[in-house]
């Protein structure tokens, strides 16, 4: 997560990772597609419905996405990102990558000078079958909106993030992937309207919850902005880090009031600007960008699902077998993309059944 200075650090690096961070044994992962750089050492493992921890004595759960695929892989559905732009030169986005808008400059160049917002794009819609990494949506459109610029790709404009959810929402974005906030700042100007016209539009606003390591239901903080509780809006959804050491990690901000879900969040491997090798991305920005990807599984097989009913079906289908992950978010539990779908479908027909026996 981007956290709200005028420039920011960013948890994102190129190249090999080092020694604390997750290797995948080798075959561990299939995804049944050339993609060598999902399936080599640095594998997508958070596609599995679990894996090993990575010094390897114990079993982590992972979001489980193999299964869903076999449904969809995110087609006809758009999620804006919006952060640090995406870059156009990644040929591992293939078809998915739309032209986009940098609200920060005020003009077309959506180039990526960070890498946060390339590698959560990646994990979201990297495509499938080129050789490269593989997002959860392989078949998603990403719609770049850069909200950040200057040198090094992450200095802020407040009112940047209003104009950026606006413009998502009137180029047809399903969901909006917000993986930047700050703790105890105040409001961005309009941020508020913006996520209530996101409502309006029914599009799902997805929050990464902060790397603070704070509960967010303590009164001595203010509240994370921007914060899906804090709007108290149907159509937000705010993400913790659940780490691939089996635990909340550490620097990750929860709450039963304020968070809604867990997800795995380090260390997320995917394309990243001018490497041919990629690189990797943690913290709750990269938990987030994986609730954006299973968002958009379900919208794909639910077109004309509200956003109030992808977020509950989220909530409702948690990974709950995960002990220490309870009182930490309002699921009380892990993402779990097999969860959700059986929880949207039980919902659809039960719909359906209620339709049938209205007079």
Request: charged share 10%; glycine share 14%; aromatic share 6%.
């Amino acid at each position: 997560m981007l956290a709200v200075t005028g420039a920011v650090s960013l948890a994102v690096s190129a190249g090999p990772a080092g020694a604390t961070y997750y290797y995948c044994p080798s075959g561990l992962l299939s995804t049944g597609t050339a993609d060598e750089l999902a399936n080599g050492s640095n594998c997508a493992y958070w596609l599995l419905p679990s894996f090993p921890s990575p010094g390897g004595a114990t079993s982590v759960p992972g979001l489980d996405v193999l299964p869903v695929w076999e449904r969809t892989q995110g087609a006809g559905v758009t999620v804006a990102v919006l952060d640090t732009g995406v870059d156009p030169r990644q040929a591992d986005f293939g078809p998915n990558l739309l032209s986009g808008r940098n609200v920060f400059d005020g003009n077309a160049d959506t180039s990526d000078g960070a890498g946060h917002g390339t590698l959560l794009a990646s994990v979201i819609g990297a495509a499938r079958g080129n050789g490269g990494y593989v997002g959860i949506a392989p078949q998603v459109k990403i719609l770049p909106v850069k909200m950040m610029g200057g040198a090094g790709g992450a200095a802020w404009s407040d009112a940047a993030p209003a104009r950026a959810i606006r413009y998502a929402i009137a180029h047809g974005a399903r969901i909006i992937n917000c993986s930047w906030g700050g703790l105890n700042v105040a409001p961005f100007p309009g941020l508020a309207a913006a996520l209530r016209a996101a409502a309006r539009a029914n599009v799902l606003v997805v929050i990464s919850a902060g790397n603070d390591g704070v509960d967010l239901d303590d009164a001595a903080h203010f509240v994370q902005s921007p914060n899906a509780q804090a709007y108290r809006l149907p159509n937000t959804l705010t993400v913790a880090n659940f780490s691939n050491a089996g635990r909340l990690a550490s620097d990750s901000n929860y709450g039963a009031h304020h968070v809604q879900i867990a997800s795995l969040g380090d260390t997320l491997w995917g394309d990243y600007p001018g490497s041919t090798s990629g690189g990797y991305v943690g913290g709750t920005s990269a938990a987030a960008a994986t609730v954006s990807g299973v968002a958009a599984l379900l919208f794909s097989v639910f077109p004309h699902a509200s956003a109030a009913q992808v977020r509950g079906a989220i909530i409702a289908g948690a990974n709950r077998d995960v002990p220490g992950l309870r009182g930490t978010n309002e699921a009380n539990g892990l993402l779990s993309a097999s969860g959700a779908l059986a929880a949207m479908t039980a919902h659809r027909r039960s719909l359906n059944r209620s339709h049938a026996a209205a007079p």
